[in-house]
């Protein structure tokens, strides 16, 4: 099967063709979507009054890789935060002159309205002191959260020599641009499902449910191989308590050739006004993949609403919303 021929169903129409990592956030009262665009060479805002406007909404550049150096490669995986007041977009980048030199950069909006800006260069995320690790190899897809009044960094980083490992850390900041406290290893890919290709655990993203501190990821290579998994605490834990965390031994969402959605991955939460929780991620409609996977354009977003079973979200395709029509 390829794009020509992929078979349309009621599950895998997309809430937004070509964009690939989305992250969809609501702040005072207005939607914004971000995400990879399929050239990676630009960072993109979408700001709409309702979650279904976010579809159609007027699409803005608000920043442009820079023509060579750092920065200038491999605009991957934005995401937009506004922390004490002032809007913040993590993104990860590379250089043309040596594409895999890839790290977290940081954007900040000197304005009140982060479709209007201006938005300025942070430069990296600053490590802590006495931490001589974090950031010093291929990093990429930081998120960050606030649990208990205080602020946590979560980011993918490949250790080891040749085809290297991708782990998740997890530090606490001391403000949005620099860390607190040195790394911890967060998780491993341990299981056949995490280790198709290469060895990956990434796409880091965060969820309190009334009882659960959750944190889903992605795994493996980016074809149809890609999946979700899950990480969970108890909700009073203390997230830098690596012993306070569980890990599911098995993906929770995962292609399903019937419902026509391969490689689900690199997800984000976020909840209506009303306090429903949902979930964005990518996928493709096809799993015949010419050339490398990672510059295949068709990884589309789709919008999932979350059920709960003892305080953790259920992945279930048949929430996904904005279908055509119901089975």
Known sequence: MNQNNARHTP??????????????????????????VPTYDRIVLRCANSLEDLRT???????????SGVMSKHIWAPELHKIDGVWYLYFAAGEKENPWEIRPWALHCQGKDPMEGPWVECGNLERAEGDEFSFTDFSLDMTTFAHHGKRYCVWAEKVGT??????????EMKNALALKTPQMLLTSPAYGWERHGFWVNEGPAAL???????????????????????????????PMDISAWHKSSRPVCTTDAEKGLFGPGHNSFFRDEAGQAYMAYHARTYDEITGDPLYDPNRHTFVMKLYFSEGLPVFDYRNQIFQEEKE
Not at 57 to 67: G, L, R
């Open 11 to 36: 599950w895998n129409t997309p809430f937004i063709a070509q964009r690939a990592d989305p992250f969809i956030t609501r702040m005072d009262g207005r939607w914004y979507f971000t995400a990879s």
């Open 162 to 171: 040749g085809k290297k490992i991708s782990n998740l850390y997890i530090a």
């Open 208 to 238: 309190e449910t009334e009882s659960k501190l959750v944190l889903a990821y992605s795994a493996s290579d980016t074809g149809p191989a890609y999946c979700m998994g899950l990480l969970w605490m108890d909700r009073d834990g203390d």
């Open 57 to 67: 909404a007027v699409e803005k550049t608000v920043w442009s890789a820079h023509a």
